[in-house]
């Protein structure tokens, strides 16, 4: 499988995420018990009469060979075991197991062979000694679930609604069409305990946090964000488990690396899940560990502007474009949010003004006002000062008369 992290985004393209709405009824997961059910048989109170066909046998006869029919341990019983009590998920033995004891428990690594085929009989894939851990979403969710319910040994055939397989877009290895239905044939080989992550040497612990970071990538490319979120989280489980085991720098920075690319694409999911504040939080959980990780810095910057924080995610991104400025994505982001950025700015400034009565427009009025007074002022000294001269002339030329 190719490591999906090494671009700016994880490739979301192919399988939606399921969604799983229970009816009421009790899940047989819940219960730990195989439940048969039998339908009433619909008797009238009062039946017509028999007619006497000449076989001697009347009603008290037909009740007797019925009550024999139900009593009879040879009889055909109900086959199919709706697991989740909705009739999308139904699980038959074909051979049966070792007994109940010996059903794997959730946490174990199991072994199995696996025949998967279309409803119309086409094989699409088969696998000998698949294994997995149960219950960490390792495989498509039919499989998880039923095979909780086998017995060592046992053989089962499977039905299973598209959406605890590959969902409405399907898969391109196996070759699965969108919204298919399929049979799964399925052999439990083996249930053992998970190894202890504290003595586990390092080379396989970062062997084992890749292998379930890696299906947190296929759930992420298939669009089972929530799916994706888990297998990070059991990745890092992992790969921050405390060691009995001595380990060399070499290996503890490649644990560092493995810890750092699941906190970034649990961010990316995160973030399509819309749960902002836990993607900010692994955003800040890789930046801990290394400071400079650009993708890290590229979410958080992101992660910020959705929170409407538009200063600090510039200031985020600015500091991605310097370490990598040859950066296409980062650019066109910061380059939107620069833009958004202004324009939330010119509409608080707009809001402010109206709020204050329109400040700039009272302040123009004020100008030309006092504009208008000073012209007043200096045309009424001007005329003045004509009057005071005039007066002054006339009282001149009167007394040179006299």
Not at 136 to 148: F, K, P
Not at 171 to 190: D, G, H, T, W
């Amino acid at each position: 499988m190719t490591d999906k992290e090494e671009t700016m985004e994880v490739s979301d393209s192919y399988d939606s995420p399921p969604s799983e709405k229970k009816n009421g009824r009790t899940s047989l997961l819940d219960s730990g018990e195989d439940f048969e059910v039998v339908d009433e048989e619909d008797i009238d109170d009062d039946p017509p009469p028999l007619e006497d066909a000449g076989g001697g046998k009347g009603k008290h006869a037909d009740e007797s060979e019925k009550e024999k029919e139900e009593t009879d341990p040879s009889a055909p019983v109900e086959e199919w075991l709706d697991v989740l009590g909705n009739d999308q998920l139904k699980k038959k033995v074909l051979e049966d197991g070792e007994g109940r004891d010996s059903r794997p428990q959730k946490g174990q690594n199991v072994r199995i062979n696996l025949k998967t085929s279309l409803t119309d009989g086409k094989l699409v894939e088969e696998q000998h000694d698949l294994s997995f851990t149960l219950g960490d979403g390792d495989v498509i969710q039919a499989l998880d679930l039923s095979v909780q319910l086998m017995e060592k040994g046992e053989k089962a055939l499977i039905q299973t609604d598209a959406k605890y397989a590959y969902g409405a877009r399907g898969s391109y290895e196996p070759e699965i069409p969108p919204n298919a239905p399929l049979c799964l044939e399925v052999e439990l080989k083996e249930a053992t305990d998970a190894p202890d992550l504290e003595m586990l040497p390092p080379a396989e612990k970062i062997a084992l946090a890749s292998h379930k970071r890696e299906k947190g990538n296929v759930h992420y490319q298939r669009g089972d964000y929530a799916f994706a979120v888990n297998s990070y989280s059991i990745a890092l489980q992992v790969a921050e488990s405390s060691s009995k085991v001595d380990i060399n720098p070499e290996e503890e920075n490649e644990l560092i690396d493995v810890k750092v690319k699941c906190l970034n694409n649990m961010a990316a999911s995160q973030l399509k899940l819309d749960h902002y504040d836990a993607a900010l939080k692994s955003c800040v959980s890789a930046l801990a560990h290394q400071p400079d990780n650009i993708k890290a810095l590229f979410r958080m910057g992101k992660v910020l502007a959705l929170q409407g924080e538009y200063t600090e995610a510039i200031q985020t991104l600015r500091k991605a474009l310097k370490l990598e400025p040859s950066n296409k994505t980062i650019h066109a982001e910061l380059s939107k949010l620069v833009k958004k950025n202004s324009e939330q700015r010119g509409a608080e400034q707009a809001m402010y003004k109206k709020m204050l009565g329109n400040p700039t427009s009272g302040s123009s009025t004020q100008k030309h006002r006092a504009k208008s007074s000073w012209g007043l002022s200096w045309k009424w000294l001007f005329g003045a000062t004509a009057v005071a001269i005039g007066g002054v002339a006339l009282s001149v030329v009167i007394a040179a008369r006299n």
